[in-house]
Structures are given as structure tokens and as C-alpha cells.
């Protein structure tokens, strides 16, 4: 007979199933990661052919899609049997490719390539790199088609400009070159500090600060060289209004997101300062202009690209309706995400701190957030109380790209209500109460 759900001993019993289910999955996913660096290491034609076998089967997609190691093995592995199956065996995308971290640079150095291409960020550079190994047969037609999808938004512009070049069969003079780029500053947090300060005496210190009114300071808490390199890129491709400066501040072992930004907020008297993630790539070359026009307006504190107008009971931003427009990539395909369309500058009571823009300093509070959550809420309300705006500007284009890997995918874990009402369920979610059981080859 079945437990009534609310007694005492049914709770304890679902507990109990879902440790034994998560021991399960977790020892399930060890072996399949063994497996695929098994075979990575290998690096034969026969090796990478019972990889990309297994890994295309239907239960270890719909087990381990939301893993996002495995992912970047995924859509690598969907190439690789795409070229088996043309029989394309010379140039496959897996070759020469020995283990996970390699697959998933990889995957991400012909991503950036094609995202350069598509927003004419450094484009007849990234036109050049690929076309070259598409000569050289370093990479297939089949995988930069596959590529092209899972990346551009503008797919047959990307491939029109690739062919065009290896029509052309020469190479294009680059529009500039890494000289030209803003050096960032670089805070190591694994060097000691000379200074240590309170959260009140940081409060001190930002009131008697004088303040440069026409310098921006982008700041990046950074653990991926890749996406550091990226990111500085495109703020490298900005246009700079007349009369102001940028400076870059990127930080490097953080203990958290607050630590962080604290240490570059004190090393920058720039009286706009962009907070971003390393993964965040800006797109409107006007960006700096448009921030001023919002900044006109002294109440206006912060700005983001995507928040909510009213928080959910969780506090968790994106489980509640949001507002904004960003491009999003979460590793298998790309969405220009209109959240809601706005025509003036909307006051909300958060944003998402994959990008976050200031006027005024506040010190973050590192005293409470000690890791890489919730801060971007904690620093809306610090705003909020002393009486600023926090605010989502319109935008008939999307401000930003952001290459926010498989975190939608593991919102959906739980199930994911939006506003239509529907409840959005990831297989994995329907699993829990049958993990699929593999015998991962070796």
C-alpha cells in the first residue's frame, strides 16, 4: 500500500531516493567521462568512431546534456559522426583532440572565429584563421556548417562571407592589429594585500574619493584566459565618445564575486564603472554613448541588460518574468532573447549580474555574499536603499552576447514555469525516479 505524502516516514523515504539517486547519477557521469577521455587519448580513427557511437545515443543525450563538459563532447561528437557518416575520415573535428579541455577550447576557438565574423569584431582576421584551415584541412565544410548553426543567429551571412573568401582564395589586410588593444590592468588576489578594509571603512574611502567624470573602467573577475581574451576584444572594439578614456581591470582568483569587484572598485577613480563577466562579448558599438544618455539622469544609479521588475518569492531572478534583449548561446544553439519589449528606461527591482554598470560606487558586500551568487540582487537592493534607480534601458538590438553556457538547461532540472503557464520539464527531471543505467565502453 502506498505511504500517505505527508507523513513523517514518506519524506524520509524520498530523501533517501533521491541521495541514492544523485550517488547514482554522479558515479554514472565519473564513468562516463573516463570513457570519453579514454578514448580522446587514444585519438584513432577506430577510437574516436566508438565514441562518437556511443555518445550519440539517445539515453546518454537526454541523461547528460545538461553536464556542461559533456555538452561541448556532444556537439563535438555530432560533427565527428556527421563526417563518418559523409564518409569524411581526413579531417575530423576530434582529431587531435586528447582530451575534454581540448574539445571544449576547441569548440570555442572556432565559435569566437564565427561570433567575429558575425558582428565584425576583428572579422577579416577570424575570415583569414578559418578560411586557412579550411584549405589546410585542419576543419571540415560539415563542421563549420554544424558550428555555424549551434553560433550565428545570421547563419547564411556567416557562410556567404566564408565562401566569398575561399572564392576569393587570398588573404584580407586585418582592420587592426593587437597593438592597438587597451591593456588591462590585472589584480592577482593571490598576492597578498597591503591594505585590508572593513565594509563600513570601504564606505569611507568611495566618499572621499575624487572621481574621473570622463573615464569608464570595464572590470572582469576572470578564470578562463580564452573568454578573458574574448571579452577584452570586443570592448576593444567600442567606440570611445570624444573626451573620455577607458581603462580595463581584470582580476584573477577571486574568492568571490564581492571580493572582487571590491579590490578593482578601489583601483579605479573612473567614475563609470562596467562590471562584466568574462563570458560576456558587447555588441553595440555605441555602448559608451548610450550609457551617458542613461546617466543624464543623476537618479539613475546602475544599469543592466536584463532584470526583473519584480522578484520572485525565491529571490531567484530567473525563475520569475524578466525584462531586457541579449543574445544568448548555451552551447547547442544561440537566441536573441527579447524578454519584453520596452520603449523608455525601466526602473526593476534587480538586474542579472552578468552585466552590471555604475555611476556611482557602493561597495559590494563581501561581508554577507562569500561566493558567486546573489550578488547582482544584493547590489540592485544596496542601490535601491539609498535611493538610486536600478534600470533597464530600451534596445531595438541587443546590447550583448552572452555566452551563458548550459545554465538555462539546468534551470529547466526542476521544471521551469513560464508565463504562458506551461511547466518546462528537462528529461533528466523526468528521470529521477529511473537513472537509465549504461555500461560505458573501455
Given at each position: 500500500?502506498?505511504?500517505?505524502?505527508?507523513?513523517?516516514?514518506?519524506?524520509?523515504?524520498?530523501?533517501?531516493?533521491?541521495?541514492?539517486?544523485?550517488k547514482e547519477y554522479d558515479e554514472s557521469l565519473l564513468s562516463l567521462t573516463d570513457s570519453i577521455s579514454?578514448?580522446?587519448?587514444?585519438?584513432?580513427?577506430?577510437?574516436?568512431?566508438?565514441?562518437?557511437?556511443?555518445?550519440?545515443?539517445?539515453?546518454?543525450?537526454?541523461?547528460?546534456?545538461?553536464?556542461?563538459?559533456?555538452?561541448?563532447?556532444?556537439?563535438?561528437?555530432?560533427?565527428?559522426?556527421?563526417?563518418?557518416?559523409?564518409?569524411?575520415?581526413?579531417?575530423?573535428?576530434?582529431?587531435?583532440?586528447?582530451?575534454?579541455?581540448?574539445?571544449?577550447?576547441?569548440?570555442?576557438?572556432?565559435?569566437?572565429?564565427?561570433?567575429?565574423?558575425?558582428?565584425?569584431?576583428?572579422?577579416?582576421?577570424?575570415?583569414?584563421?578559418l578560411t586557412n584551415d579550411i584549405r589546410n584541412k585542419k576543419i571540415s565544410h560539415i563542421a563549420i556548417e554544424q558550428l555555424v548553426k549551434t553560433t550565428s543567429l545570421n547563419s547564411n551571412y556567416v557562410l556567404d562571407c566564408l565562401s566569398n573568401q575561399l572564392s576569393q582564395d587570398i588573404?584580407?589586410?586585418?582592420?587592426?592589429?593587437?597593438?592597438?588593444?587597451?591593456?588591462?590592468?590585472?589584480?592577482?588576489?593571490?598576492?597578498?594585500?597591503?591594505n585590508t578594509y572593513t565594509f563600513k571603512q570601504l564606505y569611507d574611502i568611495t566618499d572621499n574619493i575624487t572621481y574621473n567624470n570622463s573615464q569608464f573602467c570595464f572590470i572582469i573577475c576572470s578564470n578562463n584566459n580564452q573568454y578573458e581574451t574574448e571579452c577584452i576584444k570586443y570592448i576593444n572594439n567600442l567606440t570611445i565618445p570624444d573626451g573620455y578614456t577607458i581603462d580595463i581591470i581584470v582580476v584573477h582568483n577571486a574568492s568571490s564575486m564581492t571580493s572582487g569587484y571590491n579590490k578593482a572598485m578601489l583601483a579605479?577613480?573612473?567614475?563609470?564603472?562596467?562590471?562584466?563577466?568574462?563570458?560576456?562579448?558587447?555588441?553595440?558599438?555605441?555602448?559608451l554613448s548610450d550609457l551617458l544618455r542613461e546617466f543624464k539622469n543623476p537618479c539613475t544609479g546602475m544599469i543592466g541588460i536584463v532584470g526583473s521588475e519584480k522578484l520572485p518569492q525565491t529571490c531567484i531572478m530567473w525563475y520569475g518574468w524578466r525584462i531586457g534583449h541579449f543574445i544568448s548561446n548555451n552551447i547547442y544553439h544561440t537566441t536573441d532573447s527579447v524578454l519584453e519589449d520596452i520603449?523608455?528606461?525601466?526602473?526593476?527591482?534587480?538586474?542579472?549580474?552578468?552585466?552590471?554598470?555604475?555611476q556611482y560606487d557602493i561597495p559590494w558586500r563581501e561581508d554577507i555574499f562569500t561566493g558567486w551568487d546573489f550578488y547582482d540582487i544584493s547590489q540592485s537592493f544596496e542601490f535601491r536603499k539609498r535611493n538610486y534607480d536600478v534600470i533597464i534601458p530600451p534596445s531595438v538590438h541587443a546590447w550583448c552576447f552572452h555566452d551563458d553556457g548550459i545554465t538555462f538547461l539546468r534551470l529547466l532540472d526542476a521544471g521551469l514555469t513560464i508565463p504562458s503557464g506551461k511547466t518546462i520539464v528537462h528529461p533528466l527531471a523526468r528521470q529521477r525516479r529511473g537513472l537509465v543505467k549504461i555500461q560505458f565502453l573501455r
Open positions: 500500500m502506498k505511504q500517505p505524502a505527508d507523513t513523517e516516514e514518506y519524506v524520509e523515504s524520498s530523501i533517501l531516493e533521491d541521495e541514492q539517486w544523485h579514454h578514448f580522446l587519448k587514444v585519438n584513432t580513427v577506430n577510437s574516436l568512431y566508438t565514441l562518437c557511437t556511443f555518445l550519440t545515443t539517445p539515453d546518454i543525450i537526454k541523461t547528460f546534456r545538461n553536464i556542461p563538459d559533456i555538452a561541448h563532447c556532444l556537439v563535438a561528437a555530432n560533427i565527428t559522426a556527421t563526417e563518418f557518416n559523409n564518409n569524411i575520415t581526413t579531417t575530423l573535428y576530434l582529431k587531435d583532440t586528447y582530451d575534454i579541455s581540448g574539445v571544449i577550447k576547441k569548440n570555442n576557438y572556432y565559435k569566437f572565429l564565427l561570433l567575429n565574423i558575425e558582428y565584425n569584431v576583428d572579422r577579416n582576421n577570424a575570415l583569414n584563421n588573404s584580407i589586410n586585418n582592420d587592426y592589429t593587437i597593438t592597438d588593444f587597451k591593456t588591462p590592468a590585472i589584480i592577482d588576489c593571490n598576492i597578498p594585500q597591503t579605479s577613480h573612473a567614475k563609470y564603472k562596467i562590471y562584466l563577466h568574462q563570458d560576456v562579448f558587447i555588441l553595440n558599438k555605441n555602448f520603449k523608455t528606461p525601466t526602473r526593476v527591482e534587480a538586474i542579472d549580474g552578468f552585466i552590471m554598470i555604475t
